[in-house]
C-alpha cells in the first residue's frame, strides 16, 4: 500500500491556528486524479496541494491545486504555503521558485531575514474583468439590503488573475455582518453564473487598507480566512479603474472566523495589464503520512 508524505500550515500568519489552513502532499507520484481529489474531500480545507515533479526542468514543481469539491487552475494561500514548506527544504534557487500550475507559470520570491521566512507570488494572469451582476442578487447572497453595497468605484464584478471571484465594495460595518444565504447562491448561480461556479469576494477599503471576506459555499467553503488568489485580482482591478502605475494595499481576512491574516498586496501596470503579487509568512502544525 503506497504511502505519501503530507504536512499542513497556516498561512498568511505568524501565529498557529490562525491565517487559513493548508495541507501540502510534497511528493504526490504515482497519485491519481481521483486520489487526489479525495484527499481534498477527506481533509475538508479551502485547498490541498499535490507536488510533483516539472515538465520542464528548469522550474522548481508541477502544483495541483484541489478544493473539496474541484481542481482549482491558480490559487494564493496554497502557493504561498507550498512555497514556503518547499524553501524549508531548500527547493528554491537563490530565493526564487517557479510553479508550474493549470493557469500557467507561477513566479515566487522568498525572502529570509532575521529568521522568518515569506513568499510572494505573482498571478499567472493580469486581470480580467467579466460581467457585472445586480446589486440587489448580490446584496441577497451576503444578506445584506441593496443600500449596502458601494457602486461608486464598481458595480458586483466578476474578476480574474486566474481563477474568478465576483467583487463587491461595502462599508465595514456591512462588511462584518455579511452572511451567506445559501439559497441566495443558488438563485444568483442558475441565473448569472453559466460556468456554474460563485464564490463572492466582499471587501472595505481605508485609504492602502482593505478588510475582505470570501464566501463560497456551494463548494463548501463557507467562509474562507485568507483567499490570495482573490485578494491579488481585487488588487489588479482596483488599480485598472484608476489611473497610478502601481499601489501596495495592507489586506486583513479571517478576523470574523477567528483565524485573522495579514496579506501584502502590490498591483502594478504591465505591457499585457494590471498584474499583482501577494505574500505572507505560515508556521506548521501537522505532518504526517496518508496510506492508499
Not at 458595480?155 to 461595502?170: M, Y
Not at 471576506?213 to 488599480?239: C, H, K, Q, W, Y
Not at 495589464?273 to 496510506?291: F, K, N, Y
Request: net charge negative.
Amino acid at each position: 500500500m503506497p504511502t505519501y508524505p503530507f504536512v499542513t500550515v497556516d498561512v498568511f500568519t505568524e501565529t498557529r491556528f490562525g491565517g487559513n489552513p493548508l495541507a501540502v502532499f510534497t511528493d504526490a507520484q504515482g497519485m491519481s486524479d481521483a486520489e487526489m481529489q479525495r484527499l481534498a474531500t477527506e481533509f475538508n480545507l479551502s485547498e490541498t496541494t499535490f507536488v510533483l515533479p516539472p515538465a520542464d526542468p528548469a522550474h522548481t514543481a508541477r502544483v495541483r491545486i484541489f478544493n473539496p469539491a474541484y481542481e482549482m487552475p491558480f490559487a494564493g494561500h496554497p502557493n504561498v504555503g507550498t512555497a514556503l514548506v518547499l524553501a524549508e527544504a531548500g527547493r528554491d534557487r537563490d530565493g526564487t521558485m517557479v510553479f508550474e500550475e493549470i493557469a500557467g507559470l507561477v513566479r515566487v520570491r522568498i525572502e529570509r531575514s532575521g529568521g522568518a521566512t515569506t513568499a510572494t507570488i505573482e498571478a499567472p494572469e493580469p486581470v480580467s474583468a467579466g460581467p457585472e451582476l445586480p446589486v440587489d442578487a448580490i446584496a441577497a447572497c451576503l444578506s445584506l439590503e441593496a443600500g449596502a453595497i458601494v457602486t461608486a468605484r464598481h458595480p458586483p464584478i466578476v474578476a480574474s488573475v486566474g481563477h474568478p471571484f465576483v467583487f463587491v465594495e461595502v462599508a465595514l460595518q456591512p462588511l462584518s455582518r455579511a452572511t451567506p444565504d445559501i439559497a441566495a447562491f443558488r438563485k444568483t448561480l442558475a441565473a448569472h453564473m453559466p460556468d456554474g461556479r460563485l464564490a463572492i469576494h466582499v471587501y472595505a477599503r481605508d485609504g492602502d487598507a482593505l478588510a475582505t471576506r470570501m464566501f463560497a459555499p456551494l463548494i463548501g467553503i463557507v467562509e474562507d480566512p485568507a483567499t490570495g488568489s482573490a485578494n491579488a485580482a481585487l488588487g489588479a482591478l482596483l488599480l485598472s479603474l484608476g489611473s497610478e502605475k502601481e499601489r501596495r494595499w495592507d489586506v486583513t481576512q479571517g478576523v470574523e472566523m477567528g483565524r485573522p491574516s495579514r496579506l501584502a498586496l502590490r498591483a502594478w501596470r504591465a505591457a499585457d495589464g494590471c498584474r499583482a503579487s501577494v505574500g505572507g509568512s505560515c508556521v506548521p502544525v501537522l505532518r504526517g503520512e496518508a496510506q492508499l
